[in-house]
């Protein structure tokens, strides 16, 4: 492959991981890091015209939240087209890793805030009326607790700390029991608020 055939290659590979950014906010981004950038870069770049230094593409992958060794690889294209359906699932599902990690911090938040307010309506939650909505409480907390997304304790930990600390896990039992238990404790929890344990057991 040429020099010239591999800048359009990289730019055609550019354009793909840019995605849904704009030419002018990746080169605001970039100019935001010392480089001489314009819109009109990133089109040169794109079309093949200007070639991509190997600096500028580290701080590319970075600004487009990819890992540099496969950012790299894709830019290049060095494994060919054959291997592009394996490419896209990455970008899917680095995109969707990205959407769960910044998510995290506010299910969190939301998840503390909840175990509060069902820990303070505990009575009227057990009124036979309330039951779906005590059932639908405990199966949010459950879904945000540690058990379920290991990636949220530490997130969980901070929203805790804000709320008081273990002065609030005490509180807030056994709604808190959801959060940081485990199978047992969250089925002896559910037993205590009159439910069925986890899975019918």
Same mark, same amino acid.
């Not at 969250?186 to 929890?189: S, V």
């Given at each position: 492959?040429s020099?010239?055939?591999?800048?359009?290659?990289i730019?055609?590979?550019? /354009?793909?991981i840019? !995605? &849904?950014?704009?030419?002018?906010d990746?080169?605001l981004?970039?100019?935001e890091? !010392?480089y001489?950038w314009s819109?009109?870069t990133v089109?040169?770049?794109?079309?093949?015209?200007?070639p991509l230094?190997?600096?500028?593409?580290v &701080?590319?992958?970075e600004?487009?939240?990819?890992d540099?060794?496969?950012?790299l690889?894709e830019?290049?294209?060095?494994s +060919?087209?054959?291997? @592009?359906?394996i490419?896209?699932r990455?970008r899917?599902?680095?995109?969707?890793?990205r959407? /769960?990690?910044e998510a995290?911090?506010?299910?969190?938040?939301?998840a503390?805030h909840?175990?509060?307010y069902?820990a303070g309506?505990? @009575?009227q939650? @057990?009124e036979? +009326?309330?039951?779906?909505?005590?059932?639908a409480t405990?199966?949010?907390l459950?879904?945000a607790g /540690? +058990?379920?997304?290991g990636?949220?304790? &530490?997130h969980?930990?901070t929203a /805790?700390?804000?709320? +008081?600390?273990?002065e609030?896990v005490?509180?807030?039992?056994?709604?808190s029991?959801?959060?940081? !238990? &485990?199978?047992?404790e969250?089925?002896?929890?559910r @037993?205590s608020?009159?439910?069925?344990?986890h899975?019918g057991v």
């Open positions: 492959m020099k010239s055939d591999r800048d359009e290659q730019g055609r590979s550019l /354009v793909g840019r !995605g &849904d950014m704009s030419q002018a990746l080169a981004r970039m100019r890091r !010392g001489k819109a009109s089109w040169a770049i794109e079309k093949g015209d200007r230094k190997l600096t500028e593409a &701080d590319v992958l600004i487009l939240g990819i540099l060794h496969p950012g690889d830019l290049l294209n060095a +060919g087209p054959r291997t @592009e359906i490419r896209d990455i899917q599902m680095d995109a969707s890793r959407t /769960v990690s995290l911090p506010a299910l969190a938040d939301d503390v909840l175990a509060t069902a309506l505990r @009575e939650l @057990e036979p +009326g309330s039951r779906y909505l005590l059932e405990c199966d949010a459950e879904f /540690v +058990g379920n997304l990636a949220i304790a &530490d969980l930990r /805790v700390d804000h709320a +008081g600390g273990p609030w005490e509180h807030s039992r056994p709604f029991t959801f959060l940081f !238990g &485990d199978e047992s969250i089925n002896q929890a @037993e608020l009159g439910l069925e344990p899975g």
